[in-house]
Every structure is written in C-alpha cells, then in structure tokens.
C-alpha cells in the first residue's frame, strides 16, 4: 500500500522530529538509507515475484537502527569512549551484515554508555539519552538509544547487545520487546568491547522490536545457520506449559525491593494466565537468586576453561593504550578533569575489590554453577519462569549510581546462558512503562517468544508515548 520511498522518508521525518529530545541516534545515514529504500522501490517494481523476494530478502526495506557499539560501515563505533572518537567501521558486525542481506536498511546508530557496561546510557561522546516517557528518566543501558529509538517510534528493529541486561532492562524502561537469546546462538562478533574469556558465554546479543511478532524473524535472521539450534518450527501449547512465578530476588541487601506496582503487574499477568489458559502458576522461591549480583559479578572475573583471565575493565577504559587508574580518574573527575563518566570510574574502582577474596570468588562461581542446574531442572523442557525485569520502573537520570547493584535482575539470567524475553505490560500510575521477563531453559527460546506474543495481546504491548 506504500512505497519503501514513503516509508524510510516518515521515519527520517520521525526522528528529525523527536530526536532533538530524546539523544537517541548518535549518528544518521539518512541520504544512504533513502538512495537504497528507491532501490526496494525498483527492484518491486521490476517484479521478480513476492514469493522469491519474501524468501530471498524477509526483512526488505524494513527500517533498523544499530546500537553504536556494533561496527556499521561507514558510522562511528566508540562505544562512547573519548579516545575513541574518532573511529569510523570498515565493515559491518556479523549481525548487520545478516540483516542487511535480509534487505533491512539501517537508518544510523544509537547510543549506549560507555563501554557497554552501566545502565544509564550517557557518555562523553555523545551525552544523555531521555526516556520518551518522561525526559527526566534514564533509557536504561547499555542498549539505551535502541530502547529509546523504539518507544519513541523512530525504528522498527533494533540491534543490541546484552552481558548484564542491557537489552531487556532498556526494553523495560521503554516499554518495548527485547529478547536476549540461548547463549551461543547469535553471533557477536563486530562490536565493541567483545567479549573474551569466560565472558564469551554470557554476552548475548538478539533483537528489541515495538511488536512481539517481529522478534522471531528477526532473530531468524540475526542467527543465520545457528538458528538450527532452536526449536522455533516447534507449535508452542501454551496450556501446555509449566509457568512458575518468583515475586522478587528474596531480598539482596544489595538491590531495591521491587515496586508495588510491578508486583501488582506481575500479580494480573499470574490471574491472566490462570483464568484464560486454565494453567496453574507454581509459586517458587529459589534461595540463591537472592546472591544474583555476587555470583554474576564472580562468574564474569572467573578464569575460563584454559586459565585465561578475563579482561579487565581499568584495560580497556584505555583502549590499546595505558590501562586507566580509577583512583586518579576519580581525583580528575571531582574537579571536571576526567573524559570517563562516573560509573566507569567506579567500577573500575570495585573490580580491584572483587579478586580480593579468592576463596569467596570460588565459593560463589561453585553456586552460580549449582544454580544454573537446578534452574534447568526446574524449567525442563516446557517450563517459563515469570520474575520481575527490574526492581522499580524507569529511575531518574544519575539515581542508578545510588543503587548500582539493581541490574541483578537480568545479568543473572545471563551467567545462566537462558533464553529471556522481555514483555511490556501497559504504563503504570506515572505513565511509565512497566514489563516483566519470561525465563525458559537453554534453547527454549520458543516458549518465551510465544507467550510474549500472547501477553502483547492481553496487556497490549507497546504504548505510543504521549498517547495516554
């Protein structure tokens, strides 16, 4: 009913429109990306048939952003480091080549924090992305800009990538989808930082969409031949699913308790469930989630199989060069000196106190692995976990660094390599987007696309910000 043509051009308007408020694209291709949506319009036009276009190219002309982390030909790929401002990709990461192959054609990139390891997506490159909810509130990190883009309408499809959550606890506070994927399925190679070491099986990287239906075939095609290892020709039952529900973490000293309307959230999706489905949802307390931010932060400083260590932030706040001295950047910052933020500051700083206590490191990783076993045991092979996406809705830009440690809400899932998909749930009593993760086990990934697809039809998924 349109062309590509009208297409590309409403979100280019879109994001000229929006973007002056929300910081989200970093950098755009808009001349690019509308020379190549004429070239959709010509090749439809000379009509070699729907059916091989739909097999050959099943995102053709679909408009994408790319976080900036990830290499896109010809766009900056700094990941909001200073000494890094200058660098332009050569190439595409894997993922970005995949999609665009597909046909999809990427309107620019978007920011994240610095290095991808905060969740607050500000930097000294590019500054502070807003939440198109309320511009006083954080985009969540470290996929930020792609959770903000997306609420925002300006994107269809985004590219991210999740070590600790920064796919889901964007998509949350913005009130989109994010899946992040089995570890070892999507490719990730072509950003930057990428993983090495023994974090190489928890750095995940998979699709953030406005529509639940648009997470699988993307991950189809982000996957390539790794798809293999899913199920997702499988027809999921969802009466036939084992749904288990967990409240909060137990209660870590460490992090927040979780919101009362998250909860209550939590609570209508559990009588959702139960009376439509005629299911039963198994209450479940598993103790050791309550140690979430102390195993996964033992688990990412472990040595991998070989004995190699893994690598240290204060090394690549650097980037090749010298490796950082949190305690000087520190001086440097209080007196406006420094061109790393905050939060990389400090945790460079606390990455110095985790290998301190060896024995208690060991203890730790020893219960990440027994954890890891006795949630597979309890998922089986047709079992969803529903828990909280983070303890309170969309926090006010700077108040993560007064309770850093929250993210413990989705960087377990990662150390235990499941598959996890983000939901939206409607705007709570401050218009802002509440959600909640559906949790499978390893390679599961199709049951929780599913019932994502079937909560966005009872909660009604993605809310027009500024539309209530």
């Not at 609570?267 to 479940?284: A, I, P």
């Not at 802002?432 to 499978?440: E, F, H, M, R, S």
Request: proline share 6%; hydrophobic share 40%; aromatic share 8%.
């Amino acid at each position: 009913q349109v062309t590509c043509m009208e297409v590309m051009e409403a979100y280019v308007e879109r994001i000229k429109e929006v973007n002056p408020l929300i910081n989200a694209v970093v950098k755009d291709r808009f001349e690019e990306a509308l020379q190549e949506a004429r070239q959709v319009d010509k090749l439809l036009s000379e009509g070699p048939g729907d059916d091989y276009l739909e097999e050959k190219f099943p995102l053709l002309g679909v408009p994408i952003t790319v976080k900036e982390a990830f290499s896109l030909y010809g766009m900056p790929n700094t990941s909001g480091l200073v000494n890094r401002r200058n660098v332009i990709a050569t190439s595409d990461a894997t993922v970005v080549s995949r999609l665009k192959q597909a046909g999809a054609i990427p309107l620019g990139v978007t920011n994240c924090s610095e290095l991808c390891m905060w969740y607050e997506s500000s930097n000294r490159v590019y500054g502070r992305t807003n939440n198109p909810y309320d511009l006083q509130r954080i985009v969540g990190g470290s996929s930020g800009g792609e959770g903000s883009v997306l609420a925002a309408a300006c994107s269809v499809i985004g590219v991210g990538s999740d070590i600790g959550g920064s796919i889901r606890m964007p998509a949350f506070f913005n009130g989109v989808f994010g899946h992040k994927p089995t570890t070892g399925v999507v490719p990730n190679d072509g950003q930057f930082p990428n993983a090495q070491g023994v974090r190489t099986s928890y750095l995940c990287t998979g699709p953030m969409c406005r529509y639940a239906e648009d997470l699988e075939p993307v991950l189809r095609v982000m996957a390539g031949p790794g798809i293999s290892k899913l199920k997702l020709n499988e027809k999921v039952s969802l009466e036939k699913i084992k749904f288990h529900c967990m409240d909060h973490d137990g209660g870590s000293i460490f992090v927040s308790p979780v919101d009362k309307e998250i909860l209550q959230a939590q609570k209508k999706v559990v009588e959702h469930l139960e009376s439509d489905l005629g299911v039963r949802v198994q209450r479940v307390a598993i103790h050791k989630m309550k140690y979430s931010f102390q195993i996964w932060s033992a688990m990412m400083s472990s040595k991998d199989s070989e004995g190699q260590e893994a690598q240290r932030f204060t090394d690549l706040l650097g980037d090749h060069g010298k490796p950082v001295w949190p305690l000087w950047e520190l001086m440097k910052w209080l007196v406006g000196m420094s061109s790393h933020t905050l939060p990389a500051i400090a945790l460079g700083l606390t990455e110095k106190l985790v290998n301190l206590n060896l024995s208690g490191k060991a203890k730790l990783v020893s219960m990440g692995k027994s954890l890891q076993e006795e949630m597979e045991a309890l998922l089986g092979p047709d079992g969803v976990l529903l828990y909280p996406s983070h303890p309170t809705i969309a926090p006010k830009h700077h108040s993560p660094i007064c309770m850093p440690f929250n993210f413990a809400y989705t960087a377990i899932f990662n150390v235990l390599g499941l598959p996890v998909t983000q939901c939206p749930l409607g705007l709570g009593s401050e218009g802002l987007p509440l959600g909640i993760q559906l949790v499978a086990a390893a390679y599961n990934d199709h049951l929780t696309l599913a019932v994502a697809q079937y909560l966005e039809k009872a909660f009604g998924g993605w809310v027009l910000p500024g539309k209530v």
